[in-house]
C-alpha cells in the first residue's frame, strides 16, 4: 500500500508540474507574463510565435506585454485629450473675439449716442436761454412807451420781432391781460408792419421753437436802405 501512495503521488507531482508548465507557457504566449526567453527554444520547436500585442496605431513596436500596451493607449488617450482641449481652447478664442468686437460695437454705439444726447442737451439749451431772453426782452419792451418799443422792435431782424411779439401774446394770455402787439404794429412803418404779420401767419414754429424765415427779410432790409 505504502509503495502504491508514493507511486500516486509522483504521478500527481508530475502531473501537476506539466500543468504548470503548461500555464506559463499559455501566458507567455499570450503575453500575460514575460517568459520568452525561458521558453524560445519551446516556441521553435512548436513552430509558434508568441503574441506581441502590438498596438496597431503606434509606428514603434513594443516589447509584446499588456503593461506597455495599456500605457501606449493611455499616451494616444492622451494626445486625443490634448488635441480636444486645444479644439476647445482656439473655439473659446473665438468666441472671446467675438465678445470684444460686440464690446467695441457697443462702446463705439454709447459714445454716438452719448455726443447726440451731448448736443441735443445744447441745442436745448440754446433754445431756452434764447427764449428766456425773449421773454425778457418783451417784458422790457412792454413796460416802455408804445413809440420808444417800436424804435428798439424796428432795429431788429424779423425773427428777433416775431418772437418777441408771438411771446407778449403768451404772456399776456397767461395773464389774462391785453397784449401791446397790436399797438406796436400800429406804430411800426406800414410796410414793415405788413411783412411782420405775413410772415407770422405763414411761418409756424418749427421743432427747435424758432420760426422759418423767409425773403421777406432780405427785402425788409432793402427797402430801409
Not at 473675439?97 to 444726447?117: G, P, T, V, W
Amino acid at each position: 500500500m505504502a509503495k502504491g501512495s508514493i507511486g500516486k503521488t509522483i504521478v500527481l507531482l508530475i502531473l501537476i508540474i506539466i500543468l504548470v508548465l503548461g500555464g506559463l507557457v499559455w501566458f507567455d504566449y499570450l503575453g500575460v507574463i514575460r517568459a520568452k526567453k525561458y521558453f524560445s527554444p519551446l516556441y521553435s520547436v512548436l513552430g509558434l510565435t508568441a503574441q506581441t500585442s502590438e498596438t496597431a496605431t503606434k509606428s514603434n513596436p513594443f516589447s509584446g506585454d499588456l503593461d506597455e500596451d495599456r500605457f501606449a493607449k493611455r499616451i494616444e488617450a492622451l494626445d486625443v485629450r490634448t488635441q480636444e482641449l486645444d479644439k476647445r481652447e482656439e473655439d473659446i478664442q473665438k468666441v472671446e473675439s467675438q465678445n470684444e468686437a460686440i464690446a467695441k460695437e457697443l462702446e463705439e454705439r454709447k459714445l454716438s449716442q452719448d455726443e447726440r444726447e451731448k448736443t441735443f442737451n445744447n441745442q436745448l439749451k440754446t433754445v431756452e436761454d434764447r427764449d428766456n431772453n425773449i421773454q425778457q426782452i418783451s417784458t422790457y419792451l412792454s413796460a416802455m412807451p408804445p413809440q420808444t418799443a417800436v424804435d428798439q422792435l424796428v432795429s431788429m431782424d424779423d425773427q428777433d420781432v416775431i418772437d418777441i411779439l408771438r411771446k407778449t401774446d403768451e404772456i399776456a394770455e397767461a395773464n389774462r391781460t391785453s397784449s401791446m402787439t397790436s399797438v406796436w404794429l400800429m406804430f411800426m412803418p406800414a410796410e414793415r408792419a405788413a411783412v411782420i404779420q405775413r410772415k407770422m401767419a405763414n411761418k409756424p414754429t418749427n421743432i427747435d421753437g424758432q420760426y422759418e424765415s423767409d425773403e421777406g427779410s432780405s427785402e425788409t432790409q432793402q427797402e430801409q436802405q
